[in-house]
């Protein structure tokens, strides 16, 4: 069994891992190899949670994340400042109240966090950008990411942008302080328990960029088709930061997807899903295949980095759509069948109240709820290279 895993929260960033499901897909790993993974990979990596846990057991990881603030802030995690040092900075920047807006206008921006709040944000996004401390720029830039939510005219507790006009925003230099403070407990958290190197990467989870069988495991959990918009759910921290918003990049969007169905073919237990949504005819139909290309792609580089006799472990949920079961569990398997990968076993996971999914959302404000308005069947799938 693993010892108990020290993690953080970090930021609010949408479809981590609760602890104890991945304990559960550690052992699992350990017991099919038969002893602990010298390099672990996790190529959906997000905030590098998985990474995070393989090194405080030993285990050397690799985390490959495709959007800017999950690499981010899996940066900050595995190579944290000095906690007191990164916090004294951040109380620094806002007893300073310098006041210059951002360079170049940002109306948007500015009308979600009201004109004190945005040129207060200007003033910091300076001062952070001249911190000659690599590790306390990070700690300061996630922390503001993480305040500017609270200092914003948006909906509270939603994860879509919305706005509520009648919410006066929060003085940024306050949640800007209360984020770090926070935020500097948790790096003292977890830079307690590591005991092995991690490294988070920028890059494609389609065109892996390390070696080919440089890897004896994989833990991940991949991108579920039209659950989350990690862009959207951060808005403001890419319009503060000046971070492109590349919807392209993101596997399972709903939008955009142009028609190109020419020699599709989906696993069998997608297919009927395929013909329900009309195919290539409609915004899902398109979706939904573009879905199961962009996984069949990454599994063939899965197949491509893992070493002979490798395990890997994926968490995938199945649920209810239009009244009738989503299986997502089994297509998966089809999936990783095809591309050459074997042994898959699949082990259903008890749920308890910590979930890979939650169980249901508002469709107002995004937010999750108790109510079971959706089901879930979630399960660990296991298969060898």
Known sequence: MT????????????ARFAPEVLEAMLNGLVARLGRKPDVLLDPFAGVGTAVAAAVQLGISALGIEVFPLGVL?????????????????AAELVDARKEEGPRGPNPLLERWLGQENYTQLGSYLTAIGGEPDLQVRRFLLVALSAALRASSRWLAGSIKAQIDPHRPPRPIGDQFLAKAKTLARDCRLETDAKRAPGLMLRGDAEALPIAS???????????????YDYLSTQRLTYLAFGWPMTVELQ??????????GRGFRPPPAL???????????????????????????????VRRVIKPGGVSCYSIASS???GKRFDLVQGFVEMVEESGLGEVEVETREVTHRRILPLGRDSRTGRFSSVPTAGVEEALVYFRG
């Open 3 to 14: 010892p108990r895993l020290k993690l953080g929260w970090f930021h609010r960033y949408p």
């Open 73 to 89: 802030i899996g940066q900050l995690r595995l190579a944290p400042p000095d906690p007191r040092a990164a916090l004294g900075r």
């Open 213 to 227: 069988r440089s890897v004896d495991a994989i833990i991940s959990s991949p991108p579920y088709w039209v659950a």
């Open 320 to 322: 209810v759509r239009a």
């Open 271 to 301: 297919a009927p899903w395929y013909s329900f949504y009309g195919g290539e005819r409609t915004g899902l139909g398109r979706s939904l295949r573009e879905y199961v290309q962009r996984m069949r792609r990454h599994l063939k580089e």
């Open 251 to 260: 596997i399972g969007r709903r939008h955009g997807v142009p028609v190109d």
